[in-house]
């Protein structure tokens, strides 16, 4: 049982490229949230999805998009990279109702 | 809008001395409360939550918190700290019946031999 995979663990990204974070759960939860890490602001909420084919912005969507084809899986999109995406981007999933979140490994990306 | 605050940004404690970590939230209605401990390059492991009920909730490690609906705390506490307890802490809260589960800043622990 994984439960919560992102994938790459490490990325260094030139200014203006483009990627996709991959996030991918088994634990047949229905909601998925990406979120950035900085030092000193915790984890803020970037996208997230409380289910397929439905998705929402959460506190900082700027620069990122997100899709939600299937349950297990829900990629983040860097279009077009600047140097202050540069962070750790965590992956969580949870259940319905009274559930807590349950997170990945983390991404870490370096833009420069 | 809700919101999460820890205002100890850093906090150094002596092997076996308690610890309390401190949590203030915004939110208008009914929150669900959550504890999250990492450690350095880790993702984040549930020490403990609340839903609703009894007031003192207990986690793992050892570590418990106590839900003050009218002071709009949450702090989490360990009667006696282990050097393996020096990690980020970070208190988070979401609604009821809400999607968003929003962070606090964390509070970095260091643990002195």
């Known amino acids: 049982n994984a439960g919560v995979t992102q994938t790459p663990k490490f990325q260094v990204l030139k200014t203006g490229q483009s990627m996709t974070l991959q996030c991918a759960q088994d634990m047949n939860h229905e909601y998925m949230s990406w979120y950035r890490q900085d030092p000193g602001m915790g984890l803020r909420l970037i996208h997230y999805s409380v289910g397929a084919g439905i998705t929402d912005q959460g506190e900082v969507p700027n620069g990122y998009n997100v899709s939600r084809s299937t349950t297990e899986d829900f990629p983040l999109r860097l279009l077009s990279a600047a140097p202050s995406q540069t962070s750790v981007y965590f992956c969580?999933?949870?259940?319905?109702?009274?559930?807590?979140?349950?997170f990945g490994q983390g991404t870490r990306l370096t833009v420069v | 809008a809700q919101s999460v605050t820890q205002p100890d940004i850093h906090i150094t404690v002596s092997e076996g001395a308690s610890l309390e970590l401190r949590c203030n939230y915004s939110?208008?209605?009914?929150?669900?409360l959550f504890w999250y401990v990492q450690s350095p390059g880790q993702g984040l492991q549930l020490l403990l939550k609340?839903?609703?009920?009894?007031?003192l909730v207990q986690g793992i490690k050892g570590f418990e918190a106590e839900f003050k609906r009218s002071q709009s705390s949450f702090n989490l506490r360990k009667p006696s700290v282990h050097w393996s307890d020096a990690a980020e802490y970070f208190c988070a809260v979401r609604g009821a019946a809400g999607n968003k589960l929003t962070f606090g800043g964390g509070t970095r622990v260091l643990v002195k031999p």
């Open positions: 609340y839903f609703s009920g009894d007031t």
């Open positions: 969580a999933t949870r259940g319905g109702g009274r559930t807590e979140a349950f």
């Open positions: 939110y208008g209605a009914t929150p669900y």
